[in-house]
T-cell receptor, first 111, second 113 residues
Framework: SQQGEEDPQALSIQEGENATMNCSYK?????LQWYRQNSGRGLVHLILIRSNEREKHSGRLRVTLDTSKKSSSLLITASRAADTASYFC???????????FGGGTRVLVKP | DVKVTQSSRYLVKRTGEKVFLECVQD?????MFWYRQDPGLGLRLIYF???????EKGDIPEGYSVSREKKERFSLILESASTNQTSMYLC????????????FGPGTRLLVL
């Protein structure tokens, strides 16, 4: 079964709006990563947050991590049409060494 | 700039054929991975390798094998392709710290008829 589960599965917003997606996981983690995938392409790493961190920023991206709730959120501020993509969270378990991906959130940003 | 390349973007094969998917990275990474991606199932790890001539099974290795003869190249082999192996195949590599960022290739979309 998947370690990470994203919510919602799909999201449609207007350009300029913020997009928020969530990821929940089941077991203790070493770190959690977010990736973006444009249609039919490979994944691109966006941001990594470690289990001892609570918040991290990268440009228009803000990631939070709540280890007590085993959840993370990715916020994209001031969205652009180019942000249209699928977004995946991936976890590295505390006792493991592999990335385990969730099913992804499809984001559509309408011009 | 980091680069992972895959030998084909699209492949069409027939049931029973032997299929080779090649992946090359130019970052001198020790770790390489093969995933398949299916709608609603996310990415699932097939095999990975932490060094030349070394391989470990991932979550769904059945029906697949791999080869790592050189550090930069990791091949995925479908010994006898079946229709349920129709999928998007993604290769990735990462630095020696296994917990860190993975760099992905563009993917190979395989159709088995």
């Amino acid at each position: 079964s998947q370690q990470g589960e994203e919510d919602p599965q799909a999201l449609s917003i207007q350009e300029g709006e913020n997009a928020t997606m969530n990821c929940s996981y089941k077991t203790s983690i070493n770190n959690l990563q977010w990736y973006r995938q444009n249609s039919g392409r490979g994944l691109v790493h966006l941001i990594l947050i470690r289990s001892n961190e609570r918040e991290k920023h990268s440009g228009r991206l803000r990631v939070t991590l709540d280890t007590s709730k085993k959840s993370s959120s990715l916020l994209i501020t001031a969205s652009r049409a180019a942000d249209t993509a699928s977004y995946f969270c991936a976890t590295v378990q505390a006792a493991g060494n592999k990335l385990t991906f969730g099913g992804g959130t499809r984001v559509l940003v309408k011009p | 700039d980091v680069k992972v390349t895959q030998s084909s973007r699209y492949l069409v094969k027939r049931t029973g054929e032997k299929v080779f998917l090649e992946c090359v990275q130019d970052m001198d990474h020790e770790n390489m991975f093969w995933y398949r991606q299916d709608p609603g199932l996310g990415l699932r790890l097939i095999y990975f390798s932490y060094d030349v001539k070394m391989k470990e099974k991932g979550d769904i290795p059945e029906g697949y094998s791999v080869s790592r003869e050189k550090k930069e190249r990791f091949s995925l082999i479908l010994e006898s392709a079946s229709t349920n192996q129709t999928s998007m195949y993604l290769c990735a590599s990462s630095s020696p710290d296994r917990h860190e960022t993975q760099y992905f290739g563009p993917g190979t979309r395989l159709l088995v008829l």
